[in-house]
């Protein structure tokens, strides 16, 4: 069965309201839908968010990318030959996200040739992940609402507060509301997106200490290593690795110099085939491993859960599977639902990522 052609439309949808971050802010889901068209019908889908103030890749970037670098070189390739496919994706350095979408939309071919549904080829662990929600730069009274209206709508019992930004006692401050008006039952952690210095964001543990706190994502650059070896030593929380592990070599090299003692998992920029690496080297080091969110739609939230119900360690904490909440609207044909602080996969071949059409005409750019 052979890779026939390979689409990648650009979409824009945007969001009710934007999301803000310490490296960039979000108001559309200006993205790229990727489709693999096998020789006998089948087609493969996958998205891919563009993050350039992450990343670098832009919407332009990805489907250039992807028509013209590694669409040619991979057609005419068996559906499953993945180590072909990662040859060539391989010969062009970075790039994440267009690799990973790529990467996804064969897996999701793969499942429907095979009549099984991804989550079983990949690990078949369970059925469902608990969702933690991401909170962005807000006043501190709207993040507790908005906290308490996703427990009271959906159930969710989790929350990464996006931190990171100067004064520290804003952030130091919205901890303190958000712990108080969510009481200790819920379970709150951070993540500056390298907003901070090293030095800063042991400065915002030392003031946070009696908070109840679980873990702080990517507090700075990587690139600061000593200063963020001293504070992985000090910290009394895991310190998470994010954007600076896309791909395993880079966790091998964030986990070894003492960088990072957690690492965040993104099927949006690691693919399956990826993540599946770096959650073997995590649990081979006894690394504990979150499944994070690229503020992904439903398509990419559905890659996520996916992975992360397909393997034992990756449920341990909640995953990263809400931000299409703050949608307008989304191309999932069967839209996900979050009941009782879960989402579960689709017992369909493949992912299950079947696309509204209609939808997809009205929202795509090209
Ligand atoms: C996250 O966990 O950092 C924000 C920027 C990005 O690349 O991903 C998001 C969420
Ligand atoms: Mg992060």
């Not at 951070?190 to 706190?213: H, S």
């Not at 963020?228 to 600076?244: C, H, M, Q, T, Y």
């Not at 809400?322 to 579960?344: C, E, H, Q, W, Y």
């Amino acid at each position: 069965m052979k890779i026939a052609r390979i689409e990648a439309i650009p979409y824009a949808i945007p969001y009710t309201h934007p999301l803000r971050f310490a490296s960039g802010e979000v108001h559309t889901a200006d993205h790229v839908l990727i489709r693999v068209h096998t020789d006998d019908g089948i087609i493969g889908t996958a998205d891919a968010p563009p993050r350039p103030y992450t990343y670098g890749e832009t919407q332009t970037s990805i489907r250039t990318i992807v028509q013209d670098i590694f669409g040619p070189q991979v057609i005419g390739l068996d559906i499953f030959d993945r180590e072909k496919v990662r040859q060539v994706m391989d010969r062009t350095i970075h790039n994440q996200v267009a690799k990973g979408a790529l990467d996804i939309a064969i897996w999701d071919a793969i499942g429907q040739a095979v009549k099984t549904p991804v989550h079983k080829l990949l690990g078949g662990f369970t059925d469902s992940m608990r969702v933690s929600h991401m909170l962005g730069f807000r006043p501190a009274e709207e993040l507790l609402e908005e906290a308490l209206r996703f427990g009271e709508q959906y159930g969710i019992t989790t929350f990464k507060l996006k931190v990171g930004r100067r004064p520290l006692a804003l952030d130091i401050e919205a901890c303190r509301v958000l712990r108080e008006g969510l009481g200790e039952n819920v379970e709150i952690y951070l993540d500056a997106n390298r907003g901070w210095t090293a030095n800063e964001a042991m400065e915002v543990l030392r003031q946070t200490e009696d908070l109840g706190l679980t873990m702080l994502e990517e507090p700075c650059d990587a690139k600061e290593t000593l200063s963020r070896k001293r504070l992985v030593e000090r910290s009394p929380i895991p310190i998470v690795a994010d954007e600076s592990v896309p791909t395993a070599g880079d966790v091998s090299r964030e986990l070894l110099s003492g960088g990072a003692n957690a690492i965040c998992i993104k099927t949006a920029r690691s693919g399956f085939t990826e993540a599946t690496e770096i959650l073997g080297l995590c649990t081979g080091l006894g690394v504990d491993v979150t499944m994070g969110n690229q503020i992904d739609t439903q398509i990419g939230s559905l890659a996520t859960v996916t992975f992360g119900a397909a393997h034992q360690a990756t449920t341990r904490k909640a995953g990263e599977l809400s931000n299409f909440l703050d949608m307008t609207d989304d191309l999932l044909a069967d839209p996900l639902v979050i009941k009782d602080g879960r989402i579960f996969v689709r017992n369909v071949p493949g992912v299950g990522a079947g696309i509204d059409e209609t939808k997809l005409a009205h929202y795509r750019q090209d």
